[in-house]
């Protein structure tokens, strides 16, 4: 559907962006029978930079929404993580629980992003491509009742008049730079990490690779032969189709963070690979793009005035791995079963009692675990610690998989394991904020 070609500009709820969030959202209101309308200012399918890879917590969200993945349509699965680092290489199944699968994923955000938004329409939000929103509409009481939006094409570029869109409620689901939120005057928290990761793609035989591979070391040669350890994380995730999504990502809480050209750390580590691997310059299909991360809730509070942040925009990207997608919809998922709560509710006071209870619930779902993840921000942004955690940990295969059960927040909540215990209560009792 065009801007132009909107058969109404007012509904129920309007979501801003299409991403996983943003689709994930109007795809559950529309299911709860809620007029949604879900704006996305460019047109599927649209390239997003991203490292592909879905782990168990972001599968089970996919199966909780009903989206099918099978094999045969381009959904591969993994079976685990490989990790890499102080001259070893470690290969970790997914934990087996009730709450989680026991496989991950991979599918490239230009097919992902598009399926979930189709998946929305089927289940009768109306989505606008298209259609950049500029602005917000508020009352006079300071309260969002719309927004404003131009049509663009293509390439970005505006193609007509401005438009209004109308409803009592609106979801930001605009990503890391939420200019909506920013409009609604919802900074960024400064005391929250931040990450920044670059990716692209190489044409490689390890394109069907069935483990995740995560590298804790990046390792390049100087001009005179010597090795030099390099900032930041790297992974190379198998799409199979031919390729491999080769990218890396650097935090704030590390010196190098804003001071490296992140493109050229890229090259220099993916020169050190093997041959046989042919990851070079001549394979590589895209051109090294980068976005960033926002972590740990570093945009709040996630319900205000009208306005509810759900994803990138209210900065739910996990601190542990950088993991965004799952959060994403998790956060719509939640966001969606209180806005049809409140929908139901027949008075304005006491829709806005409902609403006001994603903060809560937000913070008891992930506050702790956060802030948990801040902390090891911190430590592993020291290169010292790192370099010990790296060889020290590595050779402890139980501890690792203890590490990998809190890294990808895959703990079982009711799980009678130590690991899942220690989890949980660490979880529970380290303060959110």
């Not at 979801?171 to 990450?195: H, T």
């Amino acid at each position: 559907m065009s801007v132009s070609g909107a058969a109404s500009t007012t509904a129920d709820v309007i979501v801003v962006g299409a991403g996983p969030g943003g689709s994930a959202t109007a795809a559950y209101l529309g299911m709860a029978g809620l007029d949604v309308l879900l704006l996305e200012k460019t047109h599927f399918p649209r390239e997003k930079v991203c490292g592909d890879g879905l782990t168990p917590r972001a599968v089970r969200e996919l199966i909780t929404l009903g989206i099918p993945t099978p094999e045969d349509e381009g959904w591969i699965r993994n079976k685990g993580l490989r990790i890499i680092g102080a001259g070893m290489r470690l290969q970790l199944d997914w934990p087996e629980n009730s709450a989680f699968p026991p496989y991950g994923l991979v599918r490239t955000r230009q097919d992902f992003d598009e399926i979930l938004a189709q998946h929305a329409v089927k289940n009768g939000a109306r989505l606008i491509e298209g259609c950049n929103v500029t602005g917000p509409i508020t009352d006079a009481a300071g309260r969002i009742v719309g927004v404003t939006a131009k049509a663009v094409d293509e390439r970005g570029r505006a193609t007509g008049q401005a438009h209004e869109f109308r409803a009592p409620l609106v979801i930001a689901a605009d990503g890391n730079s939420s200019r909506l939120s920013l409009a609604m005057g919802r900074e960024k928290r400064d005391d929250r990490p931040m990450g920044v990761a670059v990716r692209t793609y190489y044409t490689s035989p390890r394109t069907n690779d069935d483990y995740l591979e995560s590298w804790l070391e990046l390792w390049a040669k100087d001009p005179s032969g010597k090795d030099v350890l390099l900032p930041g994380y790297g992974w190379i995730f198998g799409v199979g189709d031919g390729t491999s999504n080769v990218g890396l990502g650097i935090l704030n809480t590390s010196k190098a963070f804003g001071n490296v050209d992140y493109k050229d750390v890229m090259r220099r580590w993916v020169e050190t690979m093997p041959g046989d691997w042919t990851m070079n310059d001549e394979t590589m299909t895209q051109p090294i793009r980068g976005a960033a991360l926002p972590m740990g809730f570093n945009r709040q509070p996630h319900y205000a005035d009208g306005l509810l942040l759900v994803g990138d925009s209210g900065g739910m990207v996990n601190p542990f791995n950088g993991e965004g997608i799952a959060y994403a919809m998790e956060s719509g998922r939640v966001a969606a079963e209180i806005v049809a709560q409140a929908f139901a509710r027949t008075s304005d006071a006491g829709r806005e009692r409902v609403l006001q209870s994603y903060n809560a619930r937000m913070k008891q779902e992930l506050g702790g675990y956060y802030t948990l993840g801040r902390h090891f921000a911190a430590l592993i942004g020291k290169p010292e610690v790192m370099r010990l955690a790296t060889k020290y940990g590595l050779p402890r295969t139980t501890l690792m998989k203890f590490l990998l059960k809190i890294m990808a927040n895959l703990a079982e909540p009711a799980g009678k394991g130590a690991g899942d215990r220690i989890i949980n209560t660490l979880s529970r009792l380290t303060p959110d904020a």
